[in-house]
C-alpha cells in the first residue's frame, strides 16, 4: 500500500518555463489536494478535487492548473513558474465522505530561479 | 470560507513538561478538526483528530479539546519527550468533500 506519491520530489525551474506535478493514490478517495507549504505560512490550499470531474479553486489558485485525470490521479500544472512558486507542494488525499484520515505524499521541493 | 487560526508560531518546552498548541476556526459549518506533526523532510501526518459531536479525545500523551461555542480546539502534550520536536497543525474541515484548511503551524522543541 504506497498511500499517496508525488513526482519529482525535487525540481529546478528558470522563469517561464512549465511544469506538471504529478500525484496519484491508491486509498480510493474521492478527494484530492493540493497545497503549498511556505515558512511562516503553513499549509495553503491551491486547488482541490472533491470527486472525479471535479476540480475547485483553494485559498492561492492563481499561476495554477489542475487535472483530475482520474480517481486515482491529480495533477499540477505550473504554465509559466515565477520567482513566487518557489515553494514545497504537497499532494493529499482525503477520503471526506467517511471524514477519515487525510494522507500526504513527500511533497516536491520546487525552485524557480 | 473557512479560516483556521493557530497559536502560537514557536513553543520551546523541557522534556518532562506539557505543551499545548492552540486554534480557533471561523465557519461553524466545520465539523472535523484533525491535528497533524511535520517531521523534517517529510509530509504531515495525522495524530489525532476530533469531530464536532464530541469535547476531548485523548491517546496516551495526546489530547484534543474542542469548544464548539467558542470555535476553538487545543492539542496537549504531556510528558514531552525529544522525539515530539516537529511542527505541528491543526486543520478543520466540513465534512463530505468539503475542504480541508490548516493552520499556520507551531514549531515545537523540546529541549533534553
Known amino acids: 500500500n504506497a498511500g499517496v506519491t508525488q513526482t519529482p520530489k525535487f525540481q529546478v525551474l528558470k522563469t517561464g518555463q512549465s511544469m506538471t506535478l504529478q500525484c496519484a493514490q491508491d486509498?480510493?478517495?474521492?478527494?484530492m489536494y493540493w497545497y503549498r507549504q511556505d515558512p511562516g505560512m503553513g499549509l495553503r490550499l491551491i486547488y482541490y478535487?472533491?470527486?472525479?470531474?471535479?476540480?475547485d479553486k483553494g485559498e492561492v489558485p492563481n499561476g495554477y492548473n489542475v487535472s483530475r485525470l482520474n480517481k486515482r490521479e491529480f495533477s499540477l500544472r505550473l504554465e509559466s513558474a515565477a520567482p513566487s512558486q518557489t515553494s514545497v507542494y504537497f499532494c493529499?488525499?482525503?477520503?471526506?465522505?467517511?471524514?477519515?484520515?487525510?494522507?500526504f505524499g513527500q511533497g516536491t521541493r520546487l525552485t524557480v530561479v | 470560507g473557512e479560516n483556521v487560526e493557530q497559536h502560537p508560531s514557536t513553543l520551546s518546552v523541557q522534556e518532562g513538561d506539557s505543551a499545548v498548541i492552540k486554534c480557533t476556526y471561523s465557519?461553524?459549518?466545520?465539523?472535523?478538526f484533525p491535528w497533524y506533526k511535520q517531521e523534517l523532510g517529510k509530509g504531515p501526518q495525522l495524530i489525532i483528530d476530533?469531530?464536532?459531536?464530541?469535547g476531548e479525545k485523548k491517546d496516551q500523551r495526546i489530547a484534543v479539546t474542542l469548544n464548539k461555542t467558542a470555535k476553538h480546539f487545543s492539542l496537549h502534550i504531556t510528558e514531552t519527550q525529544p522525539e515530539d520536536s516537529a511542527v505541528y497543525f491543526c486543520?478543520?474541515?466540513?465534512?463530505?468533500?468539503?475542504?480541508?484548511?490548516f493552520g499556520q503551524g507551531t514549531e515545537l522543541s523540546v529541549k533534553p
Open positions: 478535487s472533491a470527486s472525479e470531474g471535479t476540480t
Open positions: 476530533i469531530r464536532s459531536n464530541v
Open positions: 486509498m480510493n478517495h474521492n478527494s
Open positions: 465557519d461553524s459549518a466545520s465539523n472535523y
Open positions: 493529499a488525499s482525503y477520503g471526506a465522505e467517511r471524514n477519515t484520515e487525510a494522507f
Open positions: 486543520a478543520a474541515s466540513i465534512s463530505r468533500g468539503g475542504k480541508l484548511i
